[in-house]
């Protein structure tokens, strides 16, 4: 099920007294606000807020994060909840705006509010929307995205047919200690009617030390409406269960972000591509535990993502990319080149996803695999140890260039519908730079730039 949200930005500038201090301070703040329905005139309307906020001489926080109650009409008020740090404390910005029918414009664009730190009051100030400079921004920046609800979309859509594929699969970085973590669940529907089965494995990837992993199944496929269930393994919305071998985890996933459809949205409900790929949340957090051999593993809030894969198998060649960039910004990468014919002489079609600041880019998914000119508006030098990703798209372009090292990579075999046989290379402590650059006043200007040292999720496959 899906239903239209509301986004957009929003900019306020004002002063801010700290308790203890004879001065005010300048501050700003950006909001990014995603609400999960649309705005109700007459209602209120719970929304999400993540941005920055920047205090002279006291902080520039760019992962302010919080809420917004939006309720003009029913509470005459516009409440705002947002969490930031300054000086290595954790501050809390309530305030609300007092909506008021006779000074309509003035109660609209006044917030003043007060500064906690935990429950004591530590400032208090003003703050307020530029018309002058901000209205039209203000009212450019609202969009109304289509929700998906994740626990819908961890659902198998296998439907019965012959030679189709279905993969639920995880990745995660345990912060504490670095090592990697790859959970694979698949359903396989041969191509000559056979029975379908089951199977995956397990793989975990120590920061120093080899690479184990282990396999389950082929078992027989059992339908769990909310997930994958086979051979003592279970995937849900939130949960993940199972063996393989020696190793055993029994982790619980919190999503942080909405759905990200790498490919175009449409790919996934109606399967007329050789495959698609869906993040039911771009970015989830694990808490729980992972046993292997004598080690054992409490993973804390360790950033990760489970995916969807639906389609006829896996492409004759292809590269794949989670990274978490930090800070709410995620960067998703498909490059394959399909087995069909006609299809396989091309090179590989990229599809390119940017989630920062809460908004993704491109805006369609189509653009970065079939631009103006044709197709291949996005580049992918496939290979190893090293592969890239370059394009552009409007006013911006990005550079991807990934290394998996061969001694943190495993290497293990697909079997496709038809019986047919590929090679994945995985390594969920791969290296990462990301370079995102914007033309601006006729030359190309660094917007934003990261590296991941061990924490990219990337794979290489080949026939």
Known sequence: MSDRGTDFRE??????????????????????????????????????????????????????????EISPIARRRIRYRISFTADGRRLTLDGWKSVSPRRPVRSM???????????????????RFPLATGLAPFLASFRFPRREEADRLMAPRWNGAPGRTEVWYTTATDPATGTGLWLHHE?????DGAEPYAHGWAA??????????????PAKWTRNEHGFTADGVCVTSGRLIG????????????NQDAPLFTF??????????????????????YDG???????????????????????????????????????????????????RPGLRRLPPLVFLRLRRRGRTWPR????????????????????????????RAGLRRIRVEVTQPEERTLALDYTDPDGSHAICRNSESADAHVLLERWWWGGWRTEAEWTLAGTAHAEVGTR
Request: hydrophobic residues 45%.
């Open 11 to 68: 900019t306020m500038l004002g002063l801010v007294q700290f308790e203890g201090e004879g001065r005010t301070r300048r501050m700003r703040l950006d909001l990014c606000v995603a609400a999960d329905r649309l705005l109700r005139g007459l209602g209120t309307t719970e929304a999400r807020a993540s941005g920055r906020v920047r205090i002279a001489g006291r902080c520039d926080d760019p992962g302010a994060e919080g809420e917004l």
């Open 204 to 217: 975990v990837f120590p920061k120093d030390g080899p690479v184990v992993h282990a396999r389950f199944g």
């Open 364 to 391: 369609r998914a189509e653009r970065t695999a079939v631009g103006w000119g044709g197709i291949g508006r996005f580049r992918a030098a496939v290979g190893l140890p090293t592969w890239t990703v370059t394009g």
């Open 109 to 127: 664009t006044v917030l003043p509010f007060t500064l906690y730190e935990g429950s004591v009051r530590v400032g208090a100030g003003t703050l």
């Open 187 to 191: 359903l396989t529907a041969p191509a």
């Open 243 to 254: 063996a393989a071998g020696g190793l055993r985890w029994d982790l619980a996933e919190k």
């Open 289 to 339: 535990t992972l046993s292997y051999g004598d080690m054992s593993l409490t993973l804390d809030s360790a950033p990760g993502a489970s995916a969807r894969i639906y389609g006829h198998g896996n492409a004759r060649r292809w590269a794949w990319l989670h990274a978490d960039l930090g800070k709410g910004d995620v960067l998703e990468i498909v490059a394959a080149v399909s087995m």
């Open 264 to 285: 175009p949205r449409w790919s996934w409900r109606r399967p007329l591509l050789p495959a698609a790929q869906i993040l039911p949340a771009a970015r989830a957090s």
